[in-house]
Nanobody, 119 residues
Framework: QVRLVESGGGLVQAGGSLRLSCAAS????????MGWYRQAPGKQRELVAR???????NYADSAEGRFTISRDNAKNTVYLQMNSLKAEDTAVYSC?????????????WGQGTQVTVSS
């Protein structure tokens, strides 16, 4: 079983920055894709940023140029640096990781962390 623990959410003023972290633990053999999703009240969950094992990234149009996803393979941790935050970035942010354990493939989600941007 793979467990994800997120941290770094909170309340910030518009224009400010936050850094989210998501650490994976368990019998992980390898990690393929690490990503961040968000869900605002009354809206569907959407991809914010994703990073694969080859270093390829893709970002939502709304995140491009403001957010940066990165990973520390030694720590099985993915980060999301969010700059120039806007009120519309307010949402619950969840990390998602796909990889393999010694038992086979896995996909895990974090518990979610609230990001609130005040205007």
């Amino acid at each position: 079983q793979v467990r994800l623990v997120e941290s770094g959410g909170g309340l910030v003023q518009a224009g400010g920055s936050l850094r989210l972290s998501c650490a994976a633990s368990g019998s992980i053999f390898s990690i393929n894709t690490m990503g961040w999703y968000r869900q605002a009240p009354g809206k569907q969950r959407e991809l914010v940023a994703r990073l694969d094992s080859g270093g390829r990234t893709n970002y939502a149009d709304s995140a491009e140029g403001r957010f940066t996803i990165s990973r520390d393979n030694a720590k099985n941790t993915v980060y999301l640096q969010m700059n120039s935050l806007k009120a519309e970035d307010t949402a619950v942010y969840s990390c998602n990781i796909l990889g393999r354990t010694t038992s086979g493939r896995f996909e895990s989600w974090g518990q979610g962390t609230q990001v609130t941007v005040s205007s």
